[in-house]
């Protein structure tokens, strides 16, 4: 039986290593649907984008670029879309600067990785 395929909304402030990170999640049945490139961040483009994307985001992936408020505020946001929507099981992932210095840049697939198969693949 063919694993489900989570999708996935990312949000970068640097589109190349958003397309990157996409790939190397690809073959774990992760799939980045879209990429929002805000700057600065709006929780009102936010909630828009989660709401147009089909199939409905899971996941968000936020890059380094966004403070720890702001992924704060992201995650009220996908909340609120998931108890609108009806999704039952989503999450945010934001890349902190602390993680990014942990496993390096060629680490950070990697990384997002187990953070997404740790929710997902219970």
Request: net charge neutral; charged share 30%; proline share 4%.
């Amino acid at each position: 039986m063919a694993a489900t395929i989570i999708p996935i909304l990312s949000l970068s402030q640097n589109r190349e290593i958003a397309r990157n990170i996409a790939k190397a999640i690809a073959p774990r049945n992760f799939s980045v649907n879209g990429i929002l490139e805000m700057d600065p961040y709006s929780s009102r483009d936010l909630a828009l984008t989660l709401r147009v994307l089909e199939p409905r985001p899971l996941a968000v992936i936020m890059g380094r670029g966004y403070s720890d408020e702001e992924a704060e505020k992201a995650r009220v946001v996908f909340k609120d879309y998931m108890n609108e929507t009806g999704v039952e099981d989503g999450t945010v992932v934001k890349i902190s600067q602390k993680v990014f210095d942990e496993v390096g840049k060629e680490g950070i697939s990697s990384w997002v990785q187990k953070q997404l198969e740790a929710q997902f693949r219970k």
